[in-house]
């Protein structure tokens, strides 16, 4: 994303530098997500990464700051309904807090849609806060159906 006439933020696939980089602290903002130590990241960041297409997360990060600044994640279910269908499920979606009004967490959303539908997903969903409704909305999605969890 060009600032200034300068490339200043890159959407990229999550690297095992980005660690680093403050991912784990963005992640903190989102949700709980206690420290995780390097070898726990290494872990599991080539676990993740061993899911090739079906789960991979996307970063963008301030090349000035050299710093994660927002983040999401989009895993590929494999479906029999709907001919093998796939349906592309968004998760983890979080701006630093001192770079939110810039859209990039609309950025990220539509890029991860995008690439949902360049898979052959024929569906994206999500869950979401009832608070985080209209930024979804401004992102194309619809209100559907109701979220229930079972937390261990």
Known sequence: MEIGGKER??????EASDKSK???ELLQQ???CDSVS?????????????NGENHMIYVIEDEEKKKI??????????KFLRNCGKVGHIEDIVVDS???????GQKVVEFLS????????YKVILDCDEKNVGFYEKCGFQQKGIEMALYF
Do not use: P, Q, T
């Open 98 to 104: 001192e770079a939110r009004g810039l859209k990039l």
């Open 114 to 121: 995008e690439k949902a539908r360049s898979m052959g997903c």
């Open 22 to 24: 403050g991912f784990i």
């Open 30 to 32: 989102l949700s709980v």
């Open 9 to 14: 933020f890159e959407m990229r696939k999550l």
């Open 38 to 50: 390097d070898e726990e990241f290494k872990e599991r960041f080539e676990e993740i990464s061993m």
């Open 69 to 78: 600044i927002a983040s999401g994640c989009l895993f590929i279910e494999k």
